[in-house]
């Protein structure tokens, strides 16, 4: 069993900052990729950061100069601190990871529940 969790969403006015964490836990033998995706009422889902286990990191334009991503490997930990947050920003972030598990050597994707991320005055 693998799990990811979000935690960090939640409201916020226009240009201000919010922090999500992802935590992975459960059987888990190695990460490959970590992403957050996003999507917004009516959307798709939007990949909006990546980042490799060697720590190359990749971002929507979007968000380029806003969003950092970061990990903890130790703690098999993702973050995202975004900065600048603007209305459209609005949208259930959600994390995802490529890994592969103690029991299984084909590597698979795993998603977490989602954080609500609000950005309004």
């Known amino acids: 069993q693998v799990q990811l969790v979000e935690s960090g969403g939640g409201l916020v006015q226009p240009g201000g900052s919010l922090r999500l964490s992802c935590a992975a836990s459960?059987?888990?033998?190695?990460?490959?990729?970590m992403r957050w995706y996003r999507q917004a009422p009516g959307k798709p889902r939007e990949q909006v950061a990546t980042i490799t286990s060697g720590g190359s990191t990749n971002y929507a334009d979007s968000v380029k100069g806003r969003f950092t991503i970061s990990k903890d490997n130790a703690a098999n930990t993702m973050y995202l601190q975004m900065n600048s947050l603007e209305p459209e920003d609005t949208a259930v972030y959600y994390c995802?990871?490529?890994?592969?598990?103690?029991?299984?050597?084909?590597?698979?994707?795993?998603w977490g529940q989602g954080t609500q991320v609000t950005v309004s005055s």
């Open positions: 459960g059987n888990i033998h190695t990460i490959y990729v």
């Open positions: 995802n990871s490529r890994l592969r598990t103690i029991y299984v050597l084909t590597p698979r994707e795993f």
